[in-house]
């Protein structure tokens, strides 16, 4: 499990680095070389990265029969549309604070942190609300132990964002 999580941990740190590579390289001048991706094509790719990342630690953590998986993949499948959603608006939100950084006055800061208190209601929400799908395909202590590994994902893919966030000063 450590190893996975450690595996994880780099990969989503690479991917978010992605994101801000492409993010400066879209602050350069205009030259002869091809135009990076768009924020929305960065995004789509680190999420599918993520999507498959997520699907594939889920399945090594749990042990589902092939009728019980049949149930739980489209239902996670949809969680995960769900949560694509919000974690989207919140890499965003980040974007928008790491380009008017230097600027930024006491409402954007404040703007940034009550993003993240929106994200975290949001996320919780959601959870709460597939926790009781989840049940009903996996049955109480599997559903448990899948929202226990998404949540120890998601922390991982938070603690990733932070880094790449300034300060306030």
């Known amino acids: 499990m450590r190893k ?3 595996l994880t941990t780099a990969v989503w740190l690479f991917s ?7 993010a400066a390289q ?8 091809p135009a990076p991706a768009s924020m929305d094509e960065m995004l789509q790719a680190v999420r599918a990265d993520l999507q498959g990342e997520r699907a594939d630690i ?3 953590n749990l042990t589902l029969t092939s009728a019980v998986a049949a149930k ?6 949809a969680y995960q549309k769900e949560q694509d959603a919000i ?7 980040i974007q928008r604070y790491i380009e008017n950084f230097d600027t930024l006055d ?8 009550n993003a993240h208190f929106d994200r975290d209601e949001r996320m919780n929400a959601l959870r709460k609300k597939w ?11 599997l559903a448990v132990r899948a929202m226990q590994v998404d949540r120890r994902l998601s922390l991982v893919h938070q603690v990733g964002f932070a880094t790449r966030i300034p300060l306030a000063h």
């Open 131 to 141: 926790f009781g799908e989840f049940q009903k395909v996996l049955g109480t202590k």
């Open 26 to 33: 879209q602050a350069k001048p205009v030259s002869a070389t």
């Open 16 to 22: 978010v680095s992605a994101i801000a590579w492409a």
């Open 58 to 60: 889920m399945a090594k």
């Open 72 to 77: 739980f993949w489209p239902t996670y499948a």
């Open 87 to 93: 974690m989207d608006e919140q890499l965003r939100g």
């Open 4 to 6: 996975t999580l450690a």
């Open 106 to 113: 006491d409402a954007g800061s404040l703007g940034l942190i």
